[in-house]
């Protein structure tokens, strides 16, 4: 099917950018505007992207080019299933967040709201832009855009803690930046081109030693982003920022954008058969295991219910890198897909932690006994995601270990299978007690509060759900399963 000239993949960033400056325009008086615009962006943003939905679903391409910078490279625009996927979930996400953050910025009176907002909606232009990159280049100056509008979320309550991470988040993810612009020259020095395609573009370029130099700076620079340990403790440290900044940067945009790159890289710069013949898989699924694994060890010696999460994140994300290291078609189908299922799972876990901060003040899961008698919709989501993350059927986070399985099989490594029994089993025993000290412990006497509003409760319900629906019908079409496998060009719609 021929690629369709079309505006639209631009318009979807310029709509979240309008309504950023129309959000500062606004201001602090007008707070009932400011919050329509905020959802009035998050709404027109998912509704360009949906759009162009069927078209790429059966196999179609939008492409549009702004202006070419050097020969070879411009700021190009491509949305194919891959781009539509990231982008998909990011502006869909983005509207439960924007309900959400609406309900929790009010509910603390939190200050800075209008530059809250505004680097909100910048964020998730920036992500849009990502996805829907044609090339290296245009990916690399989204992906800054990125890392710069996150940055004052970061630091959003001005603390000496909060100035701390988010100094720390600029020096990590700068440095990971700045290797990726180093891969992109080497990589532009080598093909004469940064455009991506289906089965990569540096084939027949360059050395094999030089080509595993340049794959090892791609995948350090991206993995900032992506948490890989031991370049990961930025992530943890930026749970200060309020809880909506720690869904978005979970499971809406900033973790979501560094696995991307990594996805890209192997995919449509690589190409999975140059990745295979240079043997560069089984070294990544090894370091994907080690930080599953270790992720999963720190988040069992956690108290504090969101740094808990931030190291389950960091253990999560490393599925995906998993999939897309063992090459097999099963395993790149369970990475890819697990994008959408962690990021639905986890955003429903943050918005529960936020939700009991709101009604209780509580951060710690030691505070938390008896919390699901005070707000047992909350800890029904909570719990549903919970059992998701260690991979319990019907949730679909076994969907996305069922599919890794086999993937490891098919790629002739069964020792990943245990690698993905023993994270579940580390999921377990840092997950299960926060839910069995919920519904099954004497609430402490400490422990006051009740259901959130419907403006925090209806977010986790919804994203909850659907995390059950993507588990009870992956196979649907339409669904991020059948999605992925329209990106990997694999049979089976």
């Known amino acids: 099917m021929e690629p369709v000239y079309s505006i639209r993949p631009v318009l979807a960033i310029a709509v979240s950018l309008a309504c950023a400056f ?25 509704t360009i992207v949906v759009s162009m939905f069927p078209h790429i679903y059966h196999g179609g391409e939008y492409i ?3 202006v070419s910078i ?14 539509m996927f990231f982008a998909f979930l990011s502006s869909f996400l983005w509207i439960f967040t924007s309900i959400y953050s609406i309900g929790y910025m009010r509910a603390l009176k939190e200050h800075a709201q209008t530059r809250y907002y505004f680097a909100f909606a910048a964020c998730i232009a920036s992500a849009v832009g990502i996805a829907f990159a044609g090339n290296l280049l245009t990916l690399f100056i989204f992906y800054e855009m990125l890392t710069m509008s996150a940055f004052p979320l970061v630091i959003h309550e001005e603390t000496p803690e909060a100035l701390y991470a988010g100094k720390k988040y600029l020096a990590y993810t700068l440095s990971g930046g700045a290797l990726v612009l180093l891969g992109m020259a080497i990589a532009y020095t080598l093909a004469g081109t940064l455009t991506f395609t289906s089965h990569g573009f540096l084939a027949g370029h360059g050395s094999a030693q030089m080509l595993k130099i340049l794959f090892a700076i791609f995948i350090m620079g991206f993995g900032v982003k992506a948490a890989i340990i031991p370049l990961h403790s930025w992530l943890p440290s930026a749970m200060v920022a309020p809880t909506p900044v720690s869904a978005l940067l979970h499971a809406v945009a900033v973790v979501n954008a560094g696995i991307f790159g990594i996805v890209r890289v192997v995919c449509s710069v690589y190409g999975i058969e140059l990745v295979a013949s240079l043997g560069l898989g089984l070294p990544l699924a090894i370091v994907a295991s080690i ?22 994140t960091v253990s999560q994300l490393s599925y995906i890198i998993l999939g897309a290291a063992l090459l097999s078609p099963s395993a790149l189908s369970g990475g890819v897909v697990h994008i959408a299922h962690q990021g639905f799972m ?18 710690n899961m030691s505070e938390m006994n008896g919390i ?22 019907p949730m679909c986070g076994f969907i996305t270990k069922w599919y ?7 790629a002739g490594h069964p020792i990943f299978i245990v690698v993905l029994l023993a994270s579940a089993l580390l999921n377990a025993a840092y997950y299960l007690p926060p839910v069995y000290n919920a519904f099954f412990k004497e609430p402490d006497a400490s422990l006051k509060g009740k259901e959130a509003s419907w403006w925090l409760l209806a977010p986790i319900l919804v994203c909850a759900a659907i995390s059950l629906m993507l588990g009870i019908i992956p196979t649907t079409s339409y669904m991020p399963l059948q999605l992925a496998r329209t990106f990997l060009g694999i049979g089976g719609m």
């Open 70 to 83: 050097v020969p070879g490279v411009g700021l190009d625009f491509r949305v194919d299933a891959f781009g």
């Open 372 to 393: 699901g008698r005070k707000m047992p919709l909350t800890m029904m989501g909570f719990t549903m995601c919970a059992f998701g993350m260690i991979g319990t059927p």
């Open 346 to 363: 986890k955003i429903t876990l943050f918005f529960c932690a936020g939700a009991i901060l709101v009604q209780t003040g509580k951060r």
């Open 22 to 46: 129309l959000i500062v325009l606004t201001g602090e008086k007008r707070r009932n505007l400011r919050e329509f615009w905020t959802l009035a962006a998050s709404v027109l943003g998912c």
């Open 404 to 410: 890794l399985g086999l993937g490891a099989l098919e």
């Open 64 to 66: 549009f080019t702004m």
């Open 291 to 312: 930080t599953i694994i270790v992720g999963s060890l720190f988040a069992l010696a956690q108290d504090n219910l969101k740094l808990m999460l931030a190291y389950s």
